[in-house]
């Protein structure tokens, strides 16, 4: 069963879980802001999107991913596998930063709670 946002409506905890698709299940989901520092410039937070993450178990590729939603065009617009060596960071309860080929990610989440 998914996980739904506390943020957001069941209307719209249900459309994410019907972008998602049958094969994966939202372990977790949030509101969130996604950033991304570039090898290029590390100092500087670009953002990518504001949409709904969701810490997906996905059956088809057994796996686990974080797969962002952007709710204005219905669609996954990030998907990120994640591996045992990715280094998570936890910087505050509301941003959380990990390090993907070269560049720095990281996530705003709108509620800490989630």
């Not at 989901?29 to 999107?49: H, I």
């Not at 219905?74 to 070269?102: G, M």
């Amino acid at each position: 069963m998914d996980k739904p946002s506390s943020t957001i409506s069941p209307d719209e905890n249900r459309r994410v879980f019907e972008i998602l698709g049958r094969n994966r299940q939202s372990v977790s989901t949030a509101v969130v802001k996604l950033f991304e520092a570039t090898d290029s410039s590390p100092r500087s937070w670009k953002l990518v999107v504001t949409g709904v993450a969701c810490f997906v178990r996905d059956s088809a590729r057994r796996g686990f991913y974080i797969q962002v939603v952007d709710m204005d065009n219905d669609q996954i617009v990030w998907d990120q596998a994640l591996h045992p060596r990715l280094d998570y960071n936890a910087s505050c309860y509301w941003f959380h930063t990990f390090e993907i080929d070269n560049d720095m990610i990281g996530i705003s989440f709108a509620a800490y709670q989630e």
